[in-house]
């Protein structure tokens, strides 16, 4: 397990689906967007299967330097399309916890006007702290 630790407020409600934040101590590992192509660069039908494809480029990258989705701290999701993201909340929800299970690091979501790959639906950085005692 990573040396991560929730920063939860004392008195603030409880945030579902994301941490307010997270400390740890360790090597940084930097993921550059991720967007929901394989290693083949094709894109899956839809937001959800695109979300899900992201997030397994994100935990290979996190893997490659030693770590496991309990080791993300940090994501930024950029999405093109807000609505499609929300309408796609329980699906997405399922995908994510089949993907990184029941971790959540903080996370911001954000819309933006375009991604460069015209097809991608949304595009995922993440920051990641693989503990000195893994």
Not at 72 to 88: F, G, K, L, N, Q
Not at 105 to 132: D, F, H
């Amino acid at each position: 397990m990573g040396d991560l630790t929730v920063l939860q407020p004392a008195g603030w409600p409880a945030p579902r689906g994301y941490s307010n934040g997270i400390a740890g101590t360790g090597r940084v590992v930097t993921v550059g967007g991720m967007i929901g192509w394989d290693e083949n660069g094709r894109y899956p039908e839809g937001f959800v299967a695109q979300a899900a494809q992201a997030l397994r480029n994100i935990l290979a990258v996190v893997r490659e330097a030693g770590g496991g989705p309990e080791h993300i701290a940090r994501m930024t999701w950029y999405v093109v399309d807000i609505e499609e993201y929300r309408s796609a909340l329980p699906a997405l929800g399922a995908a994510y916890r089949e993907t990184l299970g029941r971790w959540y690091p903080a996370m911001t979501l954000v819309q933006v006007s375009a991604l460069v790959e015209r097809q991608a639906r949304l595009e995922i950085e993440a920051t990641a702290i693989i503990g000195v005692s893994d």
